[in-house]
C-alpha cells in the first residue's frame, strides 16, 4: 500500500482526467488523503512526507466511500494527464506571486523590445500610438474630474490645449494634417485650442534629400534622375505636412516643373495614425455627448484622399476642362499642366508657375496689376464652382492663389492679367442634390424667406434656433431679442457659457447622419474668399455676385423638373426679385463705398470711420456665432494665414 498526502498528490499524481473535476473540489473544500489499494478519506490529517511520490503506473483499485462513491482506477486504461498544484496555501501564494512577476517581466522585456525595435529599425508607429492613448486618456480623465462650476474651466482648456499640441507636434506627419483639419473646424473648441491650431499650419519639418531621393527611385524608376530630369534641385523650395516641393527641368523639353514628395514616414503610419485619432474621436463622444464621429470620419477620408496624389491628379483634370470650356474664364484663369506619365501615388510633377502670390494685397497695384479685376476673377469662378460646376477647390488660401501677365493669345502685343490656382488636393464633388440645395439655401436667405431656409437647414439634419437664423443673416442683430440674448450671455460665468455651447451643438445636429460634411469646408472657403475681398479693400459686390450664380442654377433645376409655363412664370418671378436684390445690394455696396471714400478725406479725429460691407458682415457673424455659445469664432484674416 503506498500512502500519499494531499500535497504529494497534487505535485505529481496522474489523474483520470473524469476525476480531474471531484479531486478539484475536493482540494477546495477538505483536507485529502490518498491512500493506494484503499478508499479517499477525508476529515483526516494527512501525515508530513517530504519526498515526493509519482503514481503514473502502479495499479489502484478502491473501494466504495461513503462520502464519494466513486473510485479511481489505472488499470482501466483511462487517459490520465500531470496535474502540479502546490500543497500549503502559503507556499501557494507565493508560487502564484513568482508566476505573476515571470509573465509581468516576461510581457514587459517583450514589449520593450519591439518598442524599441519600431524605434530603430522601424517606423515610430508603437511609440506614437502609446503616446496618443496615454495623452487621450489624460485629457479624458482632466476633463470628466475638472469639468465642473467650482474648477478653473479656462485653465483646463488651457492645459489639455498644451497637450493635444504637444502630442501633434511630436507625432509630426498625419498628425499636423489631422491639426490643421481641426483648425478648419476651430469654432467648434474653445479658443484656448484655436490659438493651438493656428500654430499648426507653421509646423512642415522637412525631411532629407536622401528619403526623398528613395522614394523617387521607388515611384520612377533607380534611373529617373538621367531618365526623366535634366537637373532637380535637392533643397526644397516648400514643405507642407504631408509633402515638400522640390524644383526640376524635365529632359524631354527643358520645361521647369514643380516635384511634390510625399513625405515616407507619412505613408508608413497613416493607418495606425487614422485608427488612433478615431478612437480618441468615439472616446470623447461617450464621455462629453457630443457629436464627433460623423466628423472624425469625414476627416479620416478627406485626409486619405490627400494622400492619393493621383486623386490631386484627377480634381486637375477635371477644373482645367471646366475652365477651358467655359468662355468667362479660358483666357484668365489657368490651372498648371500636369504630367500623369511621371506621377503617381506619392509623386506628382506639375508645371513650374512663376507669378505673384496674392497674399500681396494691395501691394500689387503697385506692380501694375487691376485689383478689381483680380478679385472679380477670384469670386466669379469661385461661385462657379460651387453652384453650377459642383467642383469646389476648398483651399483656396493665398497660397494657392497666383497673378501673372501673359501675352494676349489673340496675338497683338498687349498683355492679359491671368489668375493661377494651385494645389488640387482638397476637393469636394457636389451631387445634383447638394448643388440644389445650396443654390436654393443662398437664394432664399437673400429674399429673407425664412420657411424654405428653415425646410433647407432640415434638410441638412440641422434644428435651426433663432441665434442661428441670426447668424445667416436672416434675423438682425440690432433686434430687441437678440441683444437680450447677449446680455445673458455677457453675465454667464464661462462655465455655463461652455455648458450652454455643449447643449447647443447636441440640438444644432439634429441628425449627424443626413448633415452634409462638405458644409464645413466649403463655409470655410466661403469666407476666405470674404477675407481676400476685405483684405483688398472689398472692391467687388461679392454678395452680388453669389446669389446671381445661385439663382441660375434654381433656374436650371426648375426647368428640367418641371417644364411647364408655371415654370416660366415662376423663373420670371424669381429673375425679377433677384434683380431687385441685386439693385439693393449693388446700391448698398457703392453707397457704402461712397461714404467711405468721403470720409476717407476727412481728418480721423473728427469722424467716425466707416466699417465697409465685408467688416459689417463678419461683425454680424461674430455676434451671432457668440449668442450661440461659441466662445471665439475665427476671423476671416484668422482663416487668410491658414496656409
Not at 312 to 341: H, M, W
Not at 478 to 492: C, D, P, Q, R, Y
Amino acid at each position: 500500500m503506498l500512502k500519499i498526502g494531499y500535497r504529494e498528490m497534487f505535485t505529481g499524481l496522474r489523474i483520470p482526467l473524469k476525476n480531474e473535476l471531484l479531486l478539484h473540489r475536493s482540494f477546495h473544500t477538505l483536507p485529502v488523503t490518498f491512500y493506494a489499494n484503499q478508499q479517499i478519506r477525508t476529515n483526516k490529517r494527512p501525515p508530513r512526507i517530504n519526498q515526493e511520490a509519482t503514481v503514473s503506473s502502479t495499479k489502484v483499485s478502491g473501494g466504495n466511500s461513503s462520502s464519494n462513491k466513486e473510485s479511481i482506477d489505472v488499470n482501466r486504461g483511462i487517459e490520465t494527464r500531470d496535474i502540479k498544484v502546490g500543497g500549503n496555501p502559503h507556499n501557494e501564494s507565493k508560487k502564484r506571486i513568482g508566476w505573476f512577476k515571470k509573465v509581468l517581466i516576461l510581457t514587459g522585456g517583450t514589449l520593450f523590445t519591439a518598442y524599441a525595435y519600431d524605434n530603430l529599425f522601424g517606423d515610430g508607429i508603437s511609440n506614437r500610438v502609446i503616446r496618443s492613448l496615454s495623452t487621450f486618456l489624460l485629457i479624458s480623465v482632466d476633463y470628466k474630474l475638472n469639468f465642473k462650476s467650482s474648477k478653473d474651466v479656462a485653465a483646463l482648456h488651457e492645459r489639455n490645449a498644451n497637450r493635444v499640441y504637444n502630442l501633434i507636434i511630436n507625432n509630426k506627419g498625419m498628425y499636423i494634417k489631422m491639426g490643421q483639419m481641426m483648425a478648419i473646424q476651430g469654432f467648434m473648441f474653445p479658443k484656448q485650442y484655436q490659438d493651438k491650431f493656428k500654430l499648426m499650419f507653421d509646423q512642415a519639418p522637412e525631411e532629407s534629400w536622401e528619403t526623398c531621393d528613395n522614394t523617387l527611385k521607388n515611384e520612377l524608376g533607380q534611373d529617373y534622375r538621367d531618365e526623366i530630369f535634366s537637373s532637380i534641385d535637392e533643397t526644397p523650395i516648400a514643405s507642407a505636412s504631408i509633402a515638400q516641393v522640390h524644383k526640376g527641368i524635365l529632359k524631354r523639353d527643358g520645361q521647369q516643373v514643380a516635384v511634390k514628395i510625399q513625405k515616407s514616414t507619412v505613408t508608413k503610419q497613416v493607418d495606425a495614425d487614422l485608427l488612433t485619432y478615431r478612437l480618441a474621436m468615439r472616446l470623447y463622444q461617450w464621455i462629453f455627448g457630443m457629436p464627433l464621429m460623423t466628423t472624425a470620419k469625414y476627416v479620416c477620408k478627406k485626409s486619405r484622399e490627400e494622400l492619393d496624389f493621383e486623386h490631386e491628379l484627377q480634381n486637375a483634370d477635371r477644373i482645367t476642362k471646366l475652365i477651358d470650356s467655359d468662355p468667362e474664364f479660358k483666357d484668365n484663369v489657368y490651372i498648371p499642366k500636369y504630367y500623369p506619365e511621371y506621377s503617381t501615388k506619392k509623386v506628382l510633377i506639375g508645371e513650374w508657375i512663376d507669378g505673384d502670390s496674392i497674399g500681396k494685397y494691395k501691394k500689387l497695384a503697385d506692380d501694375g496689376y487691376d485689383i478689381q479685376k483680380l478679385m472679380n476673377s477670384i469670386i466669379r469662378v469661385y461661385s462657379r464652382q460651387i453652384f453650377s460646376w459642383g467642383v469646389v477647390h476648398c483651399d483656396l488660401h493665398p497660397g494657392n492663389l497666383l497673378v501673372r501677365m501673359i501675352p494676349s493669345p489673340r496675338g497683338d502685343k498687349k498683355k492679359i492679367q491671368q489668375l493661377v490656382i494651385l494645389d488640387h488636393g482638397l476637393y469636394e464633388i457636389f451631387d445634383d442634390k447638394f448643388k440644389r440645395q445650396y443654390s436654393e439655401f443662398w437664394k432664399y436667405t437673400m429674399e429673407r424667406n425664412q420657411e424654405k431656409v428653415i425646410n433647407v437647414l432640415k434638410s441638412w439634419g440641422i434644428n435651426p434656433d433663432d441665434m442661428m437664423m441670426t447668424a445667416i443673416g436672416m434675423k438682425d442683430t440690432n433686434s430687441e431679442a437678440f441683444k437680450k440674448k447677449m446680455e445673458e450671455i455677457h453675465h454667464m460665468s464661462y462655465y455655463d457659457k461652455q455648458v450652454m455651447l455643449k447643449k447647443g451643438m447636441q440640438n444644432f445636429f439634429d441628425n449627424t447622419d443626413i448633415f452634409p460634411m462638405c458644409l464645413v469646408f466649403v463655409m470655410r472657403s466661403m469666407r476666405i474668399v470674404q477675407g481676400l475681398n476685405r483684405n483688398f479693400g472689398s472692391p467687388c459686390n461679392r454678395m452680388g455676385i453669389l446669389v446671381t450664380e445661385a439663382n441660375k442654377t434654381v433656374d436650371l433645376f426648375e426647368q428640367i423638373s418641371k417644364p411647364s409655363f408655371r415654370s416660366y412664370a415662376k423663373k420670371l418671378e424669381r429673375n425679377i426679385l433677384v434683380f431687385i436684390i441685386r439693385l439693393a445690394t449693388f446700391f448698398t455696396f457703392e453707397i457704402n463705398k461712397l461714404i467711405r471714400f468721403i470720409v476717407g478725406w476727412l481728418p480721423a479725429s473728427r469722424v467716425k470711420q466707416i466699417a465697409d460691407l465685408e467688416e459689417k458682415y463678419e461683425k454680424d457673424l461674430m455676434q451671432a456665432g457668440h449668442s450661440m455659445g461659441f466662445e471665439s469664432i475665427p476671423s476671416t484674416q484668422d482663416l487668410l494665414e491658414q496656409e
